[in-house]
């Protein structure tokens, strides 16, 4: 050894050596354990049980890892109730809508699947079909109008049954269904909405496209300009890393001030592992007896589940469809010639035509559409900023 207690140059290099040679001794160690764990038991030799009992630790390691993803199997698994079962359990989820004082309801991309619209992590969803390495087609957004499940939500609320709808989902169906502007929070934005923040208050422009055609992740501008002050617009999309900063259309002040006057939260359609993360929409401040009930309408596992006072297993429109007729309630049809976009829409200047290629919504043929009243109250502006949570991707979505 050198002076000073410090190693030499070969004494380090032997060192080194001896380490990498333990680590390759150990990965052979482990794959010959896990090779022989892989056998059923009555395949084993004698020599290999031996192995097994020599390596205790690296044994629990495979049978922690075996059983973390039998875990994440099960709850990646869509399970549907029996009819009869289905059906007792919307009738106490009517009961609790009843007798509701403030009902807030929570939706994520499984109550647009219905529409065409694929979900993130079902069986076919964006999540799922990425992680197993497989493409995914696009989907054109235009040809989407309100499923049962959004027309149901806009009925309950007009009999005010239903106080605010907090949304996952960036497709604009909500708005489409007839929801008024102040009942709903889209916390990750709206496809068809592009604002001016030069503006105060800011400039919103409601498009009868979708306008995110230019845009990503950090990088919102449409590429049109505000038709007041000149300032480029952007959209209000909110990507997994960002802050939701803008008023609307994510308004989460009314989101969160629902939520505080909340006694039963309904939860349609969402996985749960996003908004789990927004502790104010869960009045996590407030202790356990005086927390809003919850209902949960999902096929798969969430992260609430042992939370909810009742889970329902079913699809959004199969669980409404009973509902609205247990609430004795008749489901509104949705009529393209009367969308409310067509009417809160801003249209295009002449200059303006050539900045989109995206197929716009449109009145069915030979039919005008039908303006909706404009003298619905603004909703309410924003204060508490919201995490954005897109993934990458635009949000409409969680199952």
């Known amino acids: 050894m050198a002076a000073g207690g410090s190693l030499s140059r070969s004494e380090r290099k032997a060192a080194a050596r001896?380490?990498?040679?333990?680590?390759?001794?150990?990965?052979?160690?482990?794959?010959?354990?896990?090779?022989?764990?892989?056998?059923?038991?009555?395949?084993?030799?004698?020599?290999?049980?031996?192995?097994?009992?020599?390596?205790?630790?690296?044994?629990?390691?495979?049978?922690?890892?075996?059983?973390?993803?039998?875990?994440?199997?099960?709850?990646?698994?869509?399970?549907?109730?029996?009819?009869?079962?289905?059906?007792?359990?919307?009738?106490?989820?009517?009961?609790?809508?009843?007798?509701?004082?403030?009902?807030?309801?929570?939706?994520?991309?499984?109550?647009?699947?219905?529409?065409?619209?694929?979900?993130?992590?079902?069986?076919?969803?964006?999540?799922?079909?990425?992680?197993?390495?497989?493409?995914?087609?696009?989907?054109?957004?235009?040809e989407a109008e309100p499923t049962l499940t959004h027309m149901s939500i806009a009925c309950l609320h007009k009999h005010n049954l239903v106080q605010h709808v907090v949304s996952q989902n960036c497709d604009g169906l909500h708005l489409r269904s007839g929801l008024p502007r102040s009942a709903i929070s889209e916390l990750h934005g709206n496809m068809y909405i592009e604002v001016c923040t030069s503006c105060t208050p800011n400039r919103e422009y409601v498009r009868v496209f979708d306008v995110t055609e230019r845009t990503a992740l950090h990088k919102h501008h449409t590429g049109r300009m505000c038709h007041k002050c000149g300032a480029q617009l952007r959209d209000t999309i909110v990507h997994f890393g960002e802050k939701g900063t803008l008023t609307q259309p994510l308004n989460w002040e009314a989101a969160t001030e629902a939520a505080s006057k909340a006694d039963v939260i309904l939860c349609l359609g969402s996985s749960l592992k996003v908004l789990k993360k927004y502790p104010r929409l869960w009045c996590m401040s407030k202790p356990p007896p005086r927390r809003p009930k919850l209902y949960i309408v999902n096929l798969q596992w969430t992260p609430k589940d042992d939370l909810a006072a009742l889970k329902l297993h079913g699809r959004c429109d199969d669980v409404m469809r009973l509902l609205m007729e247990e609430l004795g309630l008749q489901i509104p049809g949705y009529d393209r010639a009367r969308d409310p976009i067509f009417a809160?829409?801003?249209?295009?200047?002449?200059?303006?035509?050539?900045?989109?290629?995206?197929?716009?919504?449109?009145?069915?043929?030979?039919?005008?559409?039908?303006?909706?009243?404009?003298?619905?109250?603004?909703?309410?502006?924003?204060?508490?900023?919201?995490r954005g949570c897109a993934k990458g991707t635009r949000r409409r979505k969680s199952n």
């Open 18 to 142: 001896a380490e990498i040679l333990q680590q390759e001794e150990q990965r052979d160690r482990r794959r010959q354990v896990s090779r022989i764990w892989r056998k059923p038991p009555a395949e084993r030799s004698p020599e290999e049980c031996q192995v097994l009992s020599e390596s205790e630790d690296i044994v629990r390691e495979l049978e922690r890892r075996r059983k973390r993803r039998e875990r994440l199997r099960r709850r990646q698994e869509e399970v549907c109730d029996e009819p009869e079962e289905l059906k007792r359990k919307v009738v106490e989820l009517a009961a609790a809508i009843r007798n509701a004082k403030h009902l807030v309801i929570y939706t994520g991309a499984g109550i647009s699947t219905a529409a065409s619209i694929p979900d993130y992590r079902g069986p076919n969803g964006i999540w799922t079909l990425l992680q197993k390495g497989r493409s995914i087609s696009a989907t054109d957004l235009s």
């Open 344 to 386: 809160l829409a801003e249209p295009l200047r002449p200059d303006e035509e050539g900045t989109h290629s995206r197929k716009p919504v449109a009145p069915p043929q030979g039919a005008e559409p039908t303006a909706a009243p404009r003298n619905e109250p603004p909703a309410r502006p924003g204060g508490w900023l919201g």
